[in-house]
């Protein structure tokens, strides 16, 4: 596999959505670039935060979309256009409601699962599924109709430790998912639960 060159965090801006479940994917982009030392700074024409690191060796785009979860294809298109980033290039790490607190899955390609961000991912990219997902865990409410709500809110302390144990454990691994060794990854990432 090539690599990814372009990594995106999900979340909704504005301080009220700070810290909530849906905002993982944009905790974990935040984290890295601190750990790289990159400021993130708001670039209208990819229509959300942006940043250029280096990882690996490799020069990769650090990217949070300012657009509403449900717009978040919009940045991703931008920034695959104005770059030339084909989808299989591209690393969404997102809230993910079908594993615990305190877990991360990697996996390349898939579906949207229900994730109105991913929806519009897939959209933008021409129905092309095949870029990479970080998915950190944050739990199910139990009911479909509490999901909404649910990613809404910020987790109880336990859980909003857990998750960012999950983020920090997926971080140790940056340097392999940028080159793109995800097998390697998956078998250590998978095993580890906060």
């Known amino acids: 596999m090539a690599g990814f060159r372009l990594l995106v965090?999900?979340?909704?801006?504005g301080s009220e959505y700070e810290n909530t479940r849906h905002n993982a994917g944009a905790q974990w982009i935040?984290?890295?670039?601190?750990?790289?030392?990159?400021?993130?700074r708001s670039e209208k024409k990819f229509f959300g935060q942006f940043g250029k690191v280096y990882i690996a060796g490799e020069e990769c785009y650090l990217l949070i979309p300012t657009t509403y979860m449900n717009l978040s294809g919009k940045a991703v298109q931008a920034v695959c256009q104005f770059y030339k980033i084909p989808p299989e290039e591209v690393l969404v790490i997102h809230d993910e409601l079908d594993i615990p607190p305190g877990t991360a899955k990697l996996k390349?390609?898939?579906g949207h699962g229900g994730h109105n961000g991913l929806k519009d991912i897939i959209s933008k990219l021409a129905n092309n599924r095949e870029f990479g997902r970080l998915r950190i865990g944050i739990g199910h409410p139990g009911h479909a109709s509490q999901?909404?709500?649910?990613?809404?809110?910020?987790?109880?302390?336990d859980d909003y430790t857990k998750i960012e144990?999950?983020?920090?454990?997926?971080?140790?691994?940056v340097d392999d998912i940028v080159r793109g060794n995800l097998n390697a990854v998956m078998n250590q990432l998978h095993s580890f639960k906060a």
């Open 147 to 157: 999901v909404a709500n649910y990613v809404l809110k910020k987790a109880a302390p």
């Open 165 to 173: 144990q999950a983020i920090d454990e997926s971080l140790r691994y």
């Open 108 to 110: 390349q390609g898939g």
């Open 9 to 13: 965090g999900l979340g909704n801006p």
């Open 30 to 40: 935040e984290a890295l670039a601190r750990q790289s030392q990159c400021s993130l």
